[in-house]
Structures are given as C-alpha cells and as structure tokens.
C-alpha cells in the first residue's frame, strides 16, 4: 500500500511537470520570434477588426500575429502627414485598387499610382498567411499565421523594406 501512495504521488508530480513544459509549436513559435527579433520586427499579438466581409452581418474580430517594422526614417513633417493604410484578404466592398481577395480597412483612394502598383506588387509576392498588411507612421505590420519557417520570415522582411525606404 505504501509503494501505490508513492507511485502515485510520483505520477502526480510528473503529470503536472509534463503540463507545464511547452508544446513543440510553442517552442517553434519562440525560435521564431526570436529570430524576428533579430531580424529588427517587434512582435504582438494582436486583435484587427476587418471590414465587413461580404455577407456578413457584422465584422468579426480576428486575434493574429503582427510582424511589425519600426519606422526610424521618417521625420516629424512627414509623421504629420503621413497616409496610413491597411489592407485585409478577404472579400468587401472597399476594394478599388486591389486584386481580387484583398480590401481596405483603411487607406481606400489615398493612395497613388505608383504607391498603388507597389502594393499590388507586394501582395502578389506575399504567402497565403498573411491575413493583412498596415502601414503607420510607427510600423509597417503583416498579420501572418507564422507558418513557414525561417525562410518566409527573411521573404517578408524583405518584402517590407522597400516600404520602409519609400516612406510609405
């Protein structure tokens, strides 16, 4: 009787250790953003609320992961007037401008023709994750499903760069 009460209270503790310690997709998730880190992102997770999708009722609130990109370059002036923007993959009415499976959030007819094609440029190069883009003064984000790895990481942080340098 003495060893079942041992036993036991061994498999108690080790039950309760093995429910504390991380899932193999909570490890990945931390080397991952880890590297982002280093990459320069600052990592959230986040809750957006997108447009309202074509028949929907009501917007639902989507929780995600933003990738942000700092903005260091832009001045005070530029702060000001700054055209913010961010774009969901879904189907809605605010889609001028877009491919087809893309909508404003934010931004519609703000922007012009060359800000536009590039874009529309970087939407055609972005994976499937990636359930939206935003530009603020602050960052440049995507909303990405962390799918991927390593290699996508490096794909969308060059992606992005180019906005930082175009100040857009």
Excluded at 51 to 74: F, S
Excluded at 83 to 95: G, K
Excluded at 111 to 128: C, D, G, R, T, Y
Aim: include cysteine.
């Amino acid at each position: 009787m003495k060893w079942a009460i041992i036993v036991l209270v061994m498999m108690s503790l080790l039950g309760s250790m093995m429910w504390v310690m991380p899932s193999p997709r909570e490890r990945y998730l931390a080397k991952l953003r880890q590297q982002a880190s280093r990459r320069g992102f600052q990592v959230q997770i986040v809750r957006a609320k997108p447009p309202r999708a074509a028949g929907q009722v009501e917007p639902e609130v989507m929780k995600a992961t933003a990738y942000r990109l700092p903005r260091y370059n832009l001045d005070k002036k530029h702060r000001a007037n700054f055209i913010e923007w961010q774009i969901f993959r879904q189907i809605a009415v605010a889609d001028e401008g877009l491919p087809e499976g893309w909508c404003w959030g934010v931004g519609e007819r703000r922007l012009n023709e060359k800000q536009l094609a590039m874009l529309n440029l970087l939407i055609s190069q972005l994976p499937e994750g990636v359930a939206s883009v935003e530009s603020t003064p602050i960052h440049i984000s995507l909303y990405w499903n962390e799918k991927g790895g390593e290699e996508v990481l490096e794909q969308l942080h060059a992606l992005l760069q180019p906005f930082i340098d175009e100040q857009f």
